[in-house]
């Protein structure tokens, strides 16, 4: 992974066979991100698992071919889960998987943009309704 920031934008490119999670958590540790912005990620994804929310689970899917990230953005929070991120990729034939992501392997490379947040705090609580850990925003 290759990774730089400026001020509190964190611009990392993820490599062939890297881990996506592994690599958010390297950033989240490496920034001391406590709360922050997954802007958008671009490049391609294989062994990709997405979810949707079906009323008090989610149904997953595999991928396990390489698809093009057509969107790729989410929150950071501080306490789990840390990430909620949401995605959509393209196959070759050009039909677009998508829903909330929960891992993947970059292939060839994955590009992120991360904003770390200092002034607002982002944290995750159990909406008994929806049965969610809703964001909390303070």
Same mark, same amino acid.
């Given at each position: 992974?290759?990774?730089?920031?400026?001020?509190?934008? +964190?611009? $990392?490119?993820?490599?062939?066979? =890297?881990? *996506?999670?592994?690599?958010?958590?390297? +950033? *989240?540790?490496? %920034?001391?991100? /406590? #709360?922050?912005?997954? &802007?958008? $990620?671009?490049?391609?994804?294989?062994?990709?698992?997405?979810?949707?929310?079906?009323?008090?689970? %989610? =149904?997953?899917?595999?991928?396990? @071919?390489?698809? !093009?990230? *057509? #969107?790729?953005?989410?929150?950071?929070?501080?306490? &789990?889960?840390?990430?909620?991120?949401?995605?959509?990729? $393209?196959?070759?034939?050009?039909?677009?998987?998508?829903?909330?992501?929960?891992?993947?392997? $970059?292939?060839?490379?994955?590009? *992120?943009? +991360?904003?770390?947040? &200092?002034?607002? #705090?982002?944290?995750? !609580?159990?909406? @008994?309704? #929806? /049965?969610?850990? !809703?964001?909390?925003? @303070?």
């Amino acid at each position: 992974m290759q990774i730089k920031n400026e001020g509190n934008i +964190i611009i $990392a490119k993820f490599d062939a066979g =890297e881990d *996506v999670i592994s690599n958010l958590n390297a +950033i *989240v540790d490496k %920034y001391d991100i /406590k #709360s922050g912005l997954i &802007d958008f $990620a671009i490049g391609m994804l294989k062994d990709t698992t997405i979810g949707y929310w079906d009323n008090d689970h %989610y =149904e997953k899917l595999n991928i396990p @071919e390489r698809i !093009e990230i *057509v #969107s790729f953005h989410g929150t950071i929070a501080g306490n &789990d889960p840390k990430y909620h991120i949401h995605m959509s990729g $393209a196959r070759s034939d050009h039909m677009i998987y998508g829903g909330h992501f929960f891992l993947g392997t $970059a292939d060839p490379l994955l590009e *992120v943009r +991360i904003t770390k947040l &200092d002034d607002i #705090s982002l944290t995750r !609580e159990l909406n @008994e309704t #929806s /049965k969610l850990n !809703e964001l909390k925003i @303070e």
